[in-house]
């Protein structure tokens, strides 16, 4: 089978293909035969992240080929997506049964790649902030997979105003057309705070601004893998929140809740509450661009790859 990786950390151009073994399920894991793998921010940043190179993981969707033991619920040829922890960029990949959902019959393998994952850590970001209807919700990374769903959330929840923050003006059609009321970028020095509810998809040196920009009591949820440090000070002086967020957490520790969350999301899609929204289909082969799509903060959405 094809399989996508790199030997050394850099920049897209260090991916390569080669062909390899199909690997085969171990407890508790399905096998895929893969119709299509979301790229995330995540994936792209530990590509050129220090100390040994680690394989790359991603959401996919496809079809059971192979069901390992104790796999729960699964049989061969169901259709399924989940997130894979390593090897995803490949034509067959093992997922774990419990990250592991059925995709509902009339869904493509590329709608669910870019609406489950993003969607649910959409949802989390957005519960976690604890709204109220009549608030006013700035997201960051609006363009995103998971930004471009927490607008539509937001709106659906009610917010009385709801603020996209983007990289380039752009992509302000995109995000208006998803329900922002506004647009600012983040070389903006003012972002049009303030804001009840923050939801943060970028981190590093943007949470500074971000916390600057919260009304007094209001939430920060950060749920990116940029990091970054908030000086106390900034949170005391509006009596406001900063609150992580990890979709692993709730999967592994709260899987009733992850579960309600996910039949939710697909009622929403069929409502057309949400939309997701694919930037590219991108030839698996073709992985390198995919990359460097992301990086260059040029897509609107989700990046896919398709064998």
């Known amino acids: 089978?094809?399989?996508?990786?790199?030997?050394?950390?850099?920049?897209?151009?260090?991916?390569f293909a080669e062909e390899v073994d199909r690997p085969e399920p171990g407890a508790g894991e399905v096998l895929v035969r893969v119709e299509a793998v979301g790229v995330t921010l995540p994936t792209v940043r530990k590509l050129r992240g220090s100390g040994e190179p680690v394989p790359l993981g991603g959401e996919v969707a496809g079809e059971v080929v192979a069901v390992g033991a104790g796999a729960i619920g699964f049989g061969v040829?169901?259709?399924?997506?989940?997130?894979?922890?390593?090897?995803?960029?490949?034509?067959?990949?093992?997922?774990?049964?419990?990250?592991?959902?059925?995709?509902?019959?009339?869904?493509?393998?590329?709608?669910?790649?870019?609406?489950?994952?993003?969607?649910?850590?959409?949802?989390?970001?957005?519960?976690?902030?604890?709204?109220?209807?009549g608030e006013s919700v700035l997201v960051t990374a609006a363009a995103s997979a998971v930004g471009s769903l927490a607008l539509q959330y937001a709106r659906a929840g009610g917010a009385a105003r709801v603020v996209a923050a983007v990289s380039s003006a752009d992509k302000a059609d995109f995000v208006r057309g998803l329900g922002a009321d506004e647009v600012v970028s983040y070389q903006d020095a003012d972002w049009g705070g303030p804001y009840d509810v923050i939801l943060d998809g970028v981190g590093g040196e943007l949470l500074g601004p971000a916390v600057r920009a919260l009304a007094t009591g209001g939430r920060l949820v950060a749920y990116s893998s940029g990091g970054g440090t908030v000086e106390a000070y900034e949170l005391l002086l509006r009596g406001a929140s900063l609150i992580g967020f990890q979709m692993r957490a709730v999967?592994?520790?709260?899987?009733?809740?992850?579960h309600r969350w996910?039949?939710?999301?697909?009622?929403?899609?069929?409502?057309?509450?949400?939309?997701?929204?694919?930037?590219?289909?991108?030839?698996?082969?073709?992985?390198?661009?995919?990359?460097?799509?992301?990086?260059?903060?040029?897509?609107?959405?989700?990046?896919?790859?398709?064998?």
């Open 1 to 15: 089978m094809l399989r996508i990786r790199h030997e050394v950390n850099g920049g897209p151009e260090v991916l």
């Open 262 to 307: 996910l039949r939710e999301l697909w009622q929403l899609r069929d409502a057309g509450t949400l939309r997701p929204a694919v930037h590219e289909e991108i030839p698996l082969r073709d992985a390198a661009r995919a990359h460097a799509v992301i990086e260059q903060r040029r897509n609107l959405g989700k990046v896919v790859l398709v064998p």
């Open 251 to 258: 999967a592994l520790g709260r899987p009733e809740l992850y």
């Open 77 to 133: 040829g169901d259709r399924v997506t989940g997130l894979c922890f390593a090897d995803a960029y490949a034509e067959f990949a093992v997922l774990n049964g419990a990250m592991a959902s059925r995709i509902p019959d009339g869904a493509t393998a590329v709608e669910a790649v870019a609406l489950v994952r993003s969607g649910l850590v959409a949802r989390g970001a957005h519960e976690a902030a604890r709204p109220e209807p």
